[in-house]
């Protein structure tokens, strides 16, 4: 496994796309949280004020904007493999195929810790001293704080694992960036804004994903942290095993 592993790193530091993809992360995380402070106490606005702990949590949790690439950036780990021919030469040299996607899920796990943990910091060190400089006082340890930095990191892993499985499933790169993009962005954003279904959002990834790091909306009531934390890690695990198993059994020519 340890041989898998170093394999999968060099494949993904070989290439640029991780790098592109993290520099589009942090441009849409900074971009996002200049705005929620930028914004803050316009007319018309139905952010909590920022000195106030959902305020702050939310400012916070906007890393979590990033979610669509951790997704493509696992999409490609698996559907690269596809793409450019390269699956049968890595099945013939390991020829128990789930130890392969194993040490995917395993590698882009830790690479979406990684993501998330840039997108974090970026986000830490933009808010800070801005909201110092307009004399309001946060503190990275109170006010449930902690919770969201750390739901953030481990959210971005998952939709990293995420990604791979889908990956997996669909093998075709565009069809299934495309897809995983229309859902993230057109249903989800559906669901969670008709009103009449409003109320399932928080079964869907992204409301999981929104009640781990304690996001605070007026409309929308998440489930609680835990319970939150367990579905997204359900998502992950199913997609997962489901990506695991159709590898395994699907010819690959």
Same mark, same amino acid.
């Given at each position: 496994m340890t041989r898998l592993l170093r394999a999968e790193f060099t494949k993904l530091f070989t290439t640029r796309l991780w790098l592109w993809l993290l520099l589009g992360a942090l441009g849409m995380t900074i971009l996002i949280v200049g705005l929620t402070i930028g914004l803050s106490g316009s007319p018309g606005n139905p952010n909590p004020p920022l000195t106030s702990p959902e305020g702050q949590r939310n400012l916070f949790a906007t890393a979590t904007a990033s979610s669509p690439l951790a997704v493509v950036l696992g999409?490609?780990?698996?559907?690269?493999? +596809?793409? +450019?021919?390269?699956?049968?030469?890595? *099945?013939?040299?390991?020829?128990?195929?789930?130890?392969?996607?194993?040490?995917?899920?395993? @590698? +882009? @796990?830790? @690479?979406?810790?990684? *993501?998330?943990?840039?997108?974090?910091?970026a986000a830490t060190a933009l808010a800070l001293p801005w909201l110092s400089a307009k004399h309001i006082d946060v503190s990275l340890t109170a006010n449930g704080i902690p919770r969201t930095l750390i739901g953030v990191v481990l959210g971005l892993a998952i939709y990293t694992v995420v990604g791979v499985g889908v990956g997996a499933l669909l093998r075709n790169q565009v069809g299934a960036i495309v897809g995983a993009l229309v859902y993230l962005f057109v249903v989800e954003g559906l669901v969670s804004a008709l009103p009449y279904i409003r109320d399932y959002y928080k079964y869907l990834p992204g409301g999981a994903f929104n009640g781990l790091v304690n996001n605070y909306q007026t409309n929308v009531h998440y489930l609680a942290g835990w319970a939150a934390g367990l579905l997204l890690i359900g998502y992950g695990a199913a997609f997962a095993v489901l990506g695991t198993a159709l590898a395994v059994r699907r010819d690959v020519t």
């Open positions: 999409i490609v780990a698996m559907t690269g493999e +596809y793409r +450019y021919e390269t699956v049968t030469p890595t *099945f013939l040299a390991t020829p128990r195929r789930s130890r392969v996607v194993l040490a995917k899920l395993i @590698a +882009y @796990a830790i @690479a979406g810790l990684g *993501f998330g943990a840039v997108n974090v910091l």
